[in-house]
């Protein structure tokens, strides 16, 4: 064997030493849909954590029933931990059991941790069914902070992302949204104690064909929440129904709608190098609470047409400024 050979299969093997792979079915995962496999994986990030290299946690094509699962880092030796998912991560179909348990899927004090590929399946078919049937007793979702969502293709058919009370620092980048209703903040204000938004990038995203593009939506009922500190930046709408929507009387099926004016306070948004092609003649609207009037909203380099003619601008209870382009016309 020539030394070159020699030198590139040690390279090879040199590479390989340098990253522990850790297989979930090893540690005893059943790819059928139906086994729970969260102990699997709890047992192959315990694994990965105890090693002082470079981890690879993979998880097979399949389906794989995760009852739940806390992945927590504080103890991980492992300083750079990669979960590679060629499969699909099913929550259980009774959706009470992750209700009961807080969480499905949760990880905490977690450093140089890296998640690829996949789907996470949360079979929320029967819950959002007793969400809009106003059942008051359906499970809330967790509130999270320091998430970061990139390179990602998302048509739901729903909300691609959408964005709950008690969320803050979240960061979404380079996303592919539709078909579905766009990426919204809210609904926000439906109880009286609420916990607020804050501190939210969305950027270099591109909407196709969905309701709604860049969207903040609160119901019409006393709250003490708050959506502050927002960056919307350099997005393409592509024949988007409502590329830019702030609904503070939020009211799906305009059905037992309550109208008492949104305490949701929004405040500090801006709206940056937005540009593209609306399917609506109104491709900016800021319906803002009466009682608690939108306030720093800033539009800047906006650019959007409609069947390649002007679009217009509804400003409500909002104030604001605009520089840069101003297609459609300030309304602030």
Known sequence: MSPLAIFFLFLINSSLASNTNYNVQNYGAKSDGETDSSEAFLSAWSAACASTRS?????????YLIR?????????????????????????????VIGNDENWIKFEKVNGISIYGGTFDGQGAALW????????????????????????????????????????????????????????????????????????????????GTTNGVRVKTWARPSNGF????????????????????????????????????????????????????????????????SNPCSGITLEDVNLSYNDHPTKASC???????????KPANCL
């Not at 981890?55 to 389906?63: A, C």
């Not at 106003?134 to 739901?156: A, E, L």
């Not at 409500?316 to 101003?326: H, K, T």
């Open 68 to 96: 739940n699962a806390y992945f927590n880092g504080k103890t991980c030796q492992s300083k750079a931990i990669t979960i590679r998912i060629d499969g699909t991560l099913l929550a259980p179909s009774d959706y009470n």
């Open 316 to 326: 409500v209870n909002v104030s604001g400024r605009v520089s840069g382009l101003e």
């Open 227 to 290: 959506v502050r500190n927002v960056l919307f930046q350099h997005i393409v709408m592509v024949n988007v129904k409502n590329p830019i929507i702030i609904d503070q009387n939020y009211c799906p099926n305009h059905e037992s709608c309550p109208h008492k004016g949104s305490g949701v306070k929004i405040s500090d948004v801006t709206y940056q190098d937005i540009h593209g092609t609306s399917a609506t003649k109104v491709a900016v609207k800021l319906n803002c609470s009466k």
């Open 129 to 208: 069914a007793c969400k809009k049937s106003n059942n008051k007793k359906c499970p809330d979702g967790t509130t999270s902070s320091g998430v970061s969502i990139v390179n990602s293709q998302i048509g739901t058919g729903d909300d691609c992302v959408s964005i709950g009370p008690g969320t803050s620092n979240l960061w979404i980048e380079g996303i592919a949204c539709g078909p579905g209703h766009g990426i919204s903040i809210g609904s926000l204000g439906w109880k009286e104690q609420e916990l607020g938004v804050q501190n939210v990038t969305i950027k270099t995203v591109t909407f196709s």
């Open 55 to 63: 981890s690879t946690i993979y998880v097979p094509r399949g389906n």
